[in-house]
């Protein structure tokens, strides 16, 4: 939220300067992202009078000025402005002085051969409006020579971060509250005027959605002109990031920014029958001040008249309905609106707005008579009018909630000693009225106090934050015990062991749109949320891959030629007993260029499924796996392409891994191009050592003696996996065979139609003694033996 120090000021009586405010506003608890200073973008402009004004000698549109810049020596200036006349007053933006609005560095020029000594300046030059049609006017009083900053009383501009729990200020009003309560200044508390009603309401009033809306009270004003608002008014506005429309779009966007209170005004004109907060009907729609249609739906709480719905309850104003110029009779609403149902309404809609930014987060249900006023006001003063009685429908929910609290509970939750009387003055301050017996009544529009904790709170951070002092937690003697348990020590093994592979490491939402989530959800029940951020953050993961897939496409659109990236996480899915299932899990993606051109490659090479399983086999070797008895098997998940993907199993039923090149549909759902290779290793199902703590590596202790290498060359059926003859050949004696692996596959002439030759290495390693002959033959007969149950026979 952004607003000024002249206007914070309206409601605070204080000398601190911006830096002192800003520290304040820190300390208890509103952190400030930042402070713009105007006065330095207005560096170099000066009030200025024009003594003379004549026609450019090259140029028609064009007049040659000579102004009075207040130091005894006139300046000559070009100017295009057709309101630049001798006589008036102006800005003037000296040579070096650089344009706000378009970074533009003033220098002195020749213009169609005339020098020219800077420029006049527009508003919307300046950024103080859109005003573009001639050069700024001001008062015959202006003092010429003084720098306009400090004539147009440029004030520092704070941006301060609004935590979603302070609704309450979510306006300058609130925040001068909360800075007098920290000895920062006096607040001034706004006077309600009183407003006399002229006629009776022509409209009827009325809420249909007691739930969506509980309380509706509007009044009509006849007889006003629609002008421009004041100047005190637009530049408080432009400071907050407003940008001025007409007076009473102002007025309300000013009362929507001062005390934290959106209201909207409807030109009477426009309206047919009564004005009624209802349900929309599935299908209704309204074109918005945005100028964008949106289609509505029964969940969604509007605002309409007999011709069909003008408003987005609480979100945004319809464009037909608004004021204009030409507005000479106006409806005034002011509302209390479901802060469930605005957040639910903005999401499905995709629209956000500041009003829909603070009626979810909750507005004070007892301010709508006031804010009503206040708004009547300032219309009747700065566009006239006469104003109606006000039509009241529903009830607020302004039942105050009382707060037993023990002021001792400051010491013992904040840690930190607050006098009573402080405590009781802090309270006070902030409008919460405390009994003699420390009963506590908290203001409608504090909806964040639920306990004696928040008002710990309170006192705390008013009192400021600052004054806490860090303590250590207490620590027995003696070195602390390892805490990891085996998943965390799992898990820190196979993030070295990635990123050591070349592997980036990547975080990625938890959540994904409903399609995505179904497309890797392979018919489990997912985890929906009930009040999701957004609709493409609605679904709980059911994998890592989606995620993983959208990085990489976001790298690919920025010009990365690949991606390796991997992620360790969570994967969500509903339980039977309705409870959240959580399965750790490692997912990586690889895309784009393996190898880049080159002279020796030619063209740049992609990953295949290959790629896949060597890391899928490499991360299972370091998280401790027996990656030796996995079996290589199929149905990988229709996500995958089915003949190029596979799984690797403990058994035919427990799955550890997955990986292959991802379907041309996963592809197409998630719109990156491909080909895209990816793996999902699932840490729960790695199976634990007997005794706890995983299974580890034993320490390197080398071999005495030299191993004995021995080659076998099998015909087996043409379908046979390979992988399936490699584990029969190791398992012939898993004393002395420490390695196997396959050197050549031939099929062709001089093999049988139906077979193929595959050649294994096999690896034997003596223990105590060197191998005999006896023992090798015995060893290569029960390898050949292990093979033919395979359907596999020594080749002659």
């Not at 040579?95 to 533009?104: I, S």
């Amino acid at each position: 939220m952004k607003f000024s120090l002249e206007w914070l000021k309206y409601f605070l009586e204080t000398e601190a300067s911006a830096a002192d405010i800003a520290a304040a506003l820190n300390r208890i608890g509103h952190e400030v992202e930042r402070i713009e200073d105007p006065a330095q973008r207005l560096a170099g402009f000066r009030v200025a009078k024009v003594l003379t004004a004549a026609p450019h000698p090259d140029a028609d549109k064009l007049q040659v000025l000579t102004v009075d810049t207040g130091d005894g020596n006139p300046l000559q200036v070009v100017c295009g402005a057709p309101n630049a006349r001798a006589g008036m007053k102006g800005v003037l933006g000296l040579p070096g002085a650089v344009v706000p609005a378009n970074g533009m560095e003033l220098r002195k020029s020749a213009i169609r051969g005339v020098e020219s000594n800077g420029m006049m300046c527009s508003v919307r030059e300046l950024e103080l409006g859109d005003e573009h049609d001639g050069i700024i006017e001001l008062p015959e009083d202006a003092p010429v020579g003084t720098s306009f900053a400090e004539y147009h009383d440029a004030s520092p501009v704070f941006d301060v971060a609004i935590t979603p729990n302070r609704p309450d200020c979510m306006g300058v009003y609130g925040i001068a509250r909360d800075l007098a309560a920290a000895g920062v200044g006096t607040f001034k508390p706004i006077e309600i005027p009183a407003i006399e009603p002229s006629f009776a309401c022509p409209v009827e009033i009325r809420t249909d959605d007691p739930e969506g809306c509980p309380a509706f009270y509007g009044r009509t004003i006849r007889g006003v002109s629609n002008g421009s608002s004041p100047e005190w008014m637009q530049r408080r506005l432009i400071a907050a990031g407003q940008r001025p429309i007409s007076a009473i779009v102002d007025i309300t966007n000013y009362v929507m920014l001062a005390f934290g209170r959106p209201a909207h005004a409807y030109d009477l004109a426009k309206l047919t029958g009564p004005v009624v907060a209802r349900r929309a009907r599935n299908g209704e729609q309204v074109e918005a001040l945005n100028e964008k249609t949106y289609t509505l739906d029964e969940t969604m709480t509007v605002i309409a008249d007999d011709a069909g719905v003008h408003d987005v309850a609480g979100i945004m104003g319809g464009e037909h309905s608004g004021v204009t110029e030409a507005t000479t009779d106006v409806l005034l609403e002011i509302a209390y609106f479901d802060p469930e149902r605005i957040g639910v309404t903005g999401r499905k809609l995709g629209l956000a707005s500041d009003a829909r930014t603070r009626f979810e987060r909750g507005v004070d249900p007892a301010f709508l008579d006031d804010g009503l006023a206040l708004l009547t006001s300032l219309i009747q003063r700065i566009c006239g009018g006469e104003a109606s009685e006000v039509v009241r429908a529903g009830q607020p929910p302004v039942e105050p909630k009382v707060v037993a609290f023990d002021p001792t509970l400051t010491r013992d939750l904040g840690g930190i000693d607050v006098a009573e009387d402080e405590q009781r003055r802090i309270l006070t301050a902030l409008e919460f009225g405390v009994g003699s017996d420390w009963q506590v009544t908290c203001p409608p529009r504090r909806h964040d106090i639920e306990g004696p904790a928040d008002l710990v709170e309170e006192v705390v951070r008013i009192h400021g934050l600052d004054n806490v002092a860090s303590v250590a937690l207490p620590r027995a003697d003696g070195v602390a015990k390892p805490t990891a348990t085996p998943l965390q020590q799992t898990e820190r093994k196979l993030r070295r062991a990635a990123a050591a592979r070349g592997l980036n490491e990547a975080v990625t939402w938890s959540f994904l749109p409903a399609a995505e989530a179904e497309h890797f959800g392979d018919g489990a029940q997912l985890w929906a949320l009930d009040n999701p951020i957004s609709e493409d953050m609605k679904v709980m993961r059911p994998s890592l891959l989606p995620g993983l897939v959208m990085a990489a496409r976001r790298n690919a659109n920025r010009g990365a030629d690949a991606s390796r990236l991997f992620e360790i996480g969570r994967r969500y899915f509903r339980a039977a007993d309705g409870s959240s299932d959580e399965k750790p899990t490692l997912g990586f993606v690889l895309a784009g260029e393996r190898t880049p051109r080159g002279w020796a490659n030619g063209k740049a090479q992609g990953f295949d499924a290959y790629d896949a399983k060597a890391e899928v086999t490499a991360l299972l070797e370091a998280a401790g796996a027996p990656v030796a008895n996995l079996m290589v098997m199929g149905e990988a998940g229709e996500q995958f392409h089915p003949g190029q993907s596979a799984t690797l199993r403990l058994g035919p039923k427990t799955v550890l891994a997955r990986f292959g090149a991802l379907h041309l549909n996963t592809l197409k759902a998630l719109d990156i191009d491909g080909p895209v290779v990816a793996g999902e290793i699932f840490l729960d199902s790695i199976p634990a050592k007997r005794g706890g703590g995983g299974f580890a590596r034993a320490a390197y202790a080398p071999p005495a003696l030299q191993a004995v290498t021995r080659d076998f060359a099998f015909l087996v059926p043409a379908g046979l996996a390979a992988g399936d003859l490699v584990k029969a050949v190791r398992g012939a004696d898993k004393k002395s065979i420490v390695d196997a692996r396959v050197f050549d596959v031939f099929a062709g002439q001089g093999v049988p139609e139906g077979k193929k030759s595959v050649a294994v290495e096999v690896i034997l390693q003596p223990g105590e003694k060197t191998f005999t002959d006896e023992e090798i033959k015995a060893i290569s007969d029960s390898i050949v033996a292990s093979a033919a149950k395979q359907g596999a026979e020594l080749r002659g």
